[in-house]
């Protein structure tokens, strides 16, 4: 079977080193394999996007070498699929609207369960009558998936990760996650589900820092038919204090290094290498 793999960045920003790291991942595991790369732009966050982003992350890959195959697909023109896609699982009864605020949750969390990402949904509007649902949804909301009720219908799920072998997902952990945020048809676990199987991608590569969320994404391949790619979930590159490499802590854009001179082909074996620029932190892989 041919290999697809796909680079993910939200245009919030230009790519830095960490950023590259893990697209050079993706790019080799296919093309080492006579497979395809593909890139995905992450952009259904109107508010945080830019389109100048949009055309850096195209001008840093290139300036590093690390060439796509295909059109770049764009999420933020792919809602109409994402709400078909939300639309199936409210059909199916495992999606719930819920109307609490930020502060209504974390007031409520602070006596719930923590998961993996912090404190967990409480639940509130799960238990909220049908009738008080259908006056409430004029009102700002968002759609939660009923993470137990889902398990209960798929039933046990496993996936595989290159570095652990086949996992046992664990989507109760999360809590009920949210599947369409109140100023956007979507979220991040809906979309990339979809996009992933949309994109045709066997082998999803990305930093460790997602781990958590291939639980979910799991439960929405069973719950929508869709396709379960093998998971690579990298090591993340670290800057001097020891910490997940980001602008704070030193990530250098890769448009930076490109305007001093840096030698793109240098930087591409190093990063192959697991090697970074001296002085800009160390790989953990
Ligand atoms: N868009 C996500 C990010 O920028 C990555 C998504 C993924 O690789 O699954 O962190």
């Not at 890959?61 to 059109?71: E, I, N």
């Not at 990063?271 to 160390?282: F, I, M, N, S």
Request: hydrophobic share 40%.
């Amino acid at each position: 079977m041919e290999i697809v793999s796909r680079f993910a960045p939200s245009p919030t920003g230009r790519l830095h080193l960490g950023h590259a790291f893990s697209a050079v991942r993706a790019h080799d595991l296919a093309r080492d394999a006579g497979g395809r790369f593909l890139l995905r732009i992450e952009d259904i966050d109107g508010t945080r996007s830019r389109e100048a982003f949009v055309a850096g992350i195209e001008e840093d890959l290139r300036w590093l070498g690390l060439h796509w195959d295909g059109p770049v697909m764009r999420q933020s023109r792919r809602m109409i699929t994402y709400a078909a896609a939300l639309g199936q699982l409210k059909a199916m009864g495992l999606v719930y609207p819920c109307f609490c605020t930020r502060a209504e949750i974390a007031a409520a969390s602070a006596s719930a369960p923590h998961g993996p990402e912090g404190s967990l949904y409480p639940g509130t509007c799960r238990a909220l009558p049908d009738e008080a649902r259908a006056t409430r949804l004029a009102e700002p909301h968002c759609w939660r998936l009923d993470v137990a009720r889902a398990v209960a219908r798929t039933g046990p799920l496993t996936w595989h990760d290159d570095q652990k072998g086949w996992i046992r997902a664990e989507p109760l952990a999360q809590g009920d996650v949210v599947l369409a945020r109140k100023e956007t048809p979507t979220s991040y676990h809906l979309s990339v589900t979809v996009d992933d199987a949309a994109q045709g991608v066997t082998d999803v590569v990305r930093g460790t820092d997602l781990f958590e969320a291939t639980h979910i994404h799991r439960l929405l391949q069973a719950l929508l038919g869709l396709p379960t790619p093998l998971y690579h979930h990298h090591g993340l590159l670290t800057g001097a204090d020891g910490k997940r490499l980001a602008k704070r802590n030193g990530a250098r854009p890769l448009a930076d290094l490109r305007a001093e001179g840096a030698d793109p082909a240098a930087l591409l074996a190093a990063l192959r290498a697991g090697q970074l620029p001296v002085g800009v932190g160390t790989a953990e892989v």
